[in-house]
């Protein structure tokens, strides 16, 4: 499975972003998707992942920040991060679970 991520930035806190993620090759809608990160300095850790079926599950530190979606039509998986903090600046990586692929992350940096 081929992943590619779009949609990082440099963005104000308390500021939006929206993250994506286009999976090609070996992939169809039942896939779960999932998105990590990794800060400066530390290990790379799970953000929020989705089933086939639409199924949600988030990191404690992104809950009621974050929305994970896809549109199976595109194959495609999104990150809708909303207040954004400074602490959430890292690069992301979307996951396919399933096949242990990753995409190339893409940086989020939230400054003032």
């Known amino acids: 499975v081929q992943l590619q991520a779009f949609g990082g930035g440099l963005v104000q806190p308390g500021g939006s972003l929206r993250l994506s993620c286009a999976a090609s090759?070996?992939?169809?809608?039942?896939?779960?998707l999932a998105w990590y990160r990794q800060a400066p300095g530390k290990q790379r850790e799970f953000v929020a992942r989705?089933?086939?079926?639409?199924?949600?599950s988030y990191a404690d530190s992104v809950k009621g920040r974050f929305t994970i979606f896809r549109d199976n039509t595109k194959n495609t998986v999104y990150l809708q991060m909303n207040s954004l903090k400074p602490e959430d600046t890292a690069v992301y990586y979307c996951?396919?679970?399933?096949?242990?692929?990753w995409g190339q992350g893409t940086q989020v940096t939230v400054s003032s």
């Open positions: 996951n396919s679970p399933w096949t242990g692929d």
């Open positions: 090759g070996s992939i169809t809608s039942i896939n779960p």
């Open positions: 989705i089933t086939g079926g639409g199924v949600t």
